[in-house]
């Protein structure tokens, strides 16, 4: 199979129920968010975080694969394939990570810097572009039916990263930075 299939040349993408559409429509700028967020979780892997979050973001890298299909394949025409579809398992793992963590670091109080880390800092990068998929998503949303799971995967997406920011920086012994509120 060839990399390259020039279809593209033009401007132009394929979803996976074949209709063509623009390469900056709202749908494509959504899961090349999503792609692009995948990317960064790759990144903060070849950092090795230590356990359990490398093994949730092994976990969520293959979430992530789930969404980005799921977003470059609309509901309807209902495609002629199988897809699978973020559903609720999904944004429900990560309450029960996001909990699992929160249980572990100590309590929050005021805002933090995002740092520490390399890997830290990278899924705080990463938390700002699952925030952006999510806008995008929810101006998609209001232009067609992307179901209710998608969404809310999203919004405990960023939430799960911004925690598990400050977990990777607990287990590397790196204290939260609290902003400084007199500058």
């Known amino acids: 199979m060839k990399i390259y299939t020039k279809t593209g040349d033009k401007g132009e993408t394929s979803l996976f129920s074949g209709r063509r559409v623009a390469k900056d429509s709202l749908r494509v700028e959504t899961y090349g968010s999503v792609d692009e967020l995948n990317t960064i979780i790759g990144i903060v892997r070849c950092f090795k975080p230590k356990e359990p979050v490398v093994t949730d973001l092994e976990k969520l890298s293959n979430l992530l694969f789930i969404a980005g299909s799921d977003f470059a394949t609309p509901l309807e025409p209902k495609p002629k394939f199988d897809v699978r579809r973020i559903d609720?398992?999904?944004?429900?793992?990560?309450?029960?990570?996001?909990?699992?963590?929160?249980?572990?670091?100590?309590v929050l109080k005021e805002f933090i810097l995002p740092g520490g880390c390399p890997a830290a800092s990278?899924?705080?990068?990463?938390?700002?572009?699952?925030?952006?998929?999510?806008?995008?998503?929810?101006?998609?949303?209001?232009?067609?039916?992307?179901?209710?799971?998608l969404p809310i995967f999203l919004n405990r997406l960023s939430d799960f990263l911004f925690t598990a920011a400050r977990m990777t920086n607990w287990l590397e012994g790196i204290e939260d930075k609290i902003r400084n509120k007199n500058i």
């Open 88 to 106: 609720v398992s999904h944004h429900e793992w990560l309450e029960s990570r996001i909990d699992a963590y929160v249980n572990t670091l100590p």
């Open 122 to 149: 990278f899924l705080h990068q990463a938390r700002t572009v699952c925030r952006r998929a999510e806008r995008l998503a929810v101006s998609l949303a209001r232009e067609e039916d992307l179901g209710q799971d």
